[in-house]
């Protein structure tokens, strides 16, 4: 017996809207759960259904994107519209007096960019453990093969000397949702960060992917 008035492998329908008014129903494939509004708009319960991690290992000699995070998606994950994933971490990165650079943080749905934040450049002296914190808000645009999702977000970054020094803000710079990419198929969803110049380490502390709608 199941506590679900239906249980799908995928978003019950890309529109968001179920008949189950009143009822709970389930993404098997996602572990989503959704409830039913009077409207008939189905809601995601909040969830870490993507992923949760703790301390990676460091990231060495940075300047070509490097991965800090990637989940498998499951077909169809994000083929709801409206459908939004946040994703929320931190970092440490060390500097030397020769290695002045600007970091990259990007977030990728397969072969598709979804949202690039670029800093300006980090301090001229050898650091270390200088902390960035970053989010990104995935939203799901348009459905189906040539789906389309709006991203937006923001990096919080010590470019100065110390790790108790003061941190910048930097938004993205996204004026439209993403290129075409297809939602029918199973993804995976990267977090990447890459240098202007060898940044010697970066390592991830702490990231989480949520489903939120």
């Known amino acids: 017996m199941t506590a679900f008035a239906q249980q799908t492998s995928g978003p019950a329908t890309s529109t968001g809207k179920n008949t189950n008014i009143g009822d709970l129903i389930q993404d098997r494939a996602n572990n989503i759960v959704e409830s039913v509004g009077v409207t008939g708009l189905a809601a995601a319960l909040r969830s870490a259904a993507l992923g949760v991690l703790g301390p990676q290992t460091a990231l060495t000699a940075i300047t070509t994107a490097q991965t ?16 939004t994933v946040e994703i929320n971490g931190s970092l440490i990165y060390s500097t030397t007096i020769a290695n002045v650079a600007t970091l990259t943080i990007a977030v990728k749905l397969g072969a598709v960019t979804l949202c690039t934040i670029t800093t300006t450049a980090s301090n001229t002296a050898a650091s270390a453990n200088l902390p960035v914190q970053f989010s990104f808000t995935l939203q799901t645009t348009t459905t189906g093969t040539s789906g389309a999702i709006e991203a937006h977000g923001f990096i919080n970054a010590n470019l100065g000397t110390a790790a108790a020094g003061a941190a910048t803000q930097f938004l993205d710079t996204n004026t439209a949702a993403s290129s075409a990419v297809n939602l029918n198929i199973a993804e995976t969803l990267t977090v ?22």
């Not at 998606?73 to 409206?82: C, E, I």
């Not at 990447?192 to 709608?213: D, G, Y």
């Open 68 to 83: 800090l995070a990637s989940f498998a998606l499951g077909a169809q994950m994000l083929n709801k519209l409206n459908r």
């Open 192 to 213: 990447t960060i890459a240098a202007s110049a060898a940044v010697p380490s970066a390592q991830l502390r702490q990231l989480t992917a949520e489903v939120v709608n």
